[in-house]
Structure formats: C-alpha cells, structure tokens
C-alpha cells in the first residue's frame, strides 16, 4: 500500500534526509568490509605462523605448545613469536625440541614469579 510520494510508510524523505541514510549506511558498509580484511589478516598471519613452527619445532615441542595454549592462549601466541624471532635472529637453531622448549618455558616461568613478588613487595 503506497501513499502519495511513493514511500509505503507515508513518510517524504528530503533530499539531505536521503544523503545522510546514504552515508550511514555507506559507513556500515565500509566499517563491515574493513573487519573482514582484518579478519582475514589476522587468519592468514595465523596460518603463516604455524606454518613456521611447523618446520621449527619438533612433534612433542609442538603438542606442548597446543596444549599450553589451551590454558594460556596469550602466552603460547607471544611464545610462538618469540621463538620465530630467536631462529630467525640466529639466537636459537630449530629444530627446537620439547626439552629445550620446556627451558624457555620454565625460564618464562620463573621471570614471571620474580615480577609478581616484586609488585607484591611494593604494596607492603
């Protein structure tokens, strides 16, 4: 059921009325694609990376992370990068086994303690 000017809700849009939907709906647009290509991104970077662990670490290093990152996704994902720096600076020759791999966690590890009980010596 159409009214007068064509709108089916009896509502006549002006021409500036009309430009302002146009450019919401435009930026909706532009701000959808643009998390898409960031998703995308961030995919295809994912891929990559375990495409290079892959060749780095050995099998059991490998489990160890993916069950790491069960419990702590943050972490192994900071790991991973860390770990692609170190080969690729020459610091660390892969492959990199669940041995040495359990090292630099354990390392990690005790850091962390030592910046948690320095933060809790501050408060006292």
Aim: charged share 45%; glycine share 4%.
């Amino acid at each position: 059921m159409e009214l007068e000017d064509g709108d089916p809700m009896g509502y006549d849009y002006s021409d500036e009325e009309l430009e302002e939907i146009k450019r919401r709906k435009m930026l909706e647009y532009q701000k959808m694609l643009e998390a898409k290509r960031l998703e995308e991104e961030r995919k295809r970077a994912e891929l990559e990376r375990a495409q290079i662990l892959r060749a780095l670490l050995t099998p059991e290093a490998r489990r160890r992370l993916t069950n790491l990152k069960l419990i702590r996704p943050e972490l192994v994902e900071n790991i991973e990068v860390q770990l692609i720096q170190l080969v690729q600076s020459g610091r660390l020759k892969p492959p990199i086994t669940d041995k040495v791999l359990k090292m630099i966690l354990a390392e990690i590890d005790r850091r962390s303690r030592r910046e948690i009980k320095i933060k809790f010596m501050g408060l006292k």
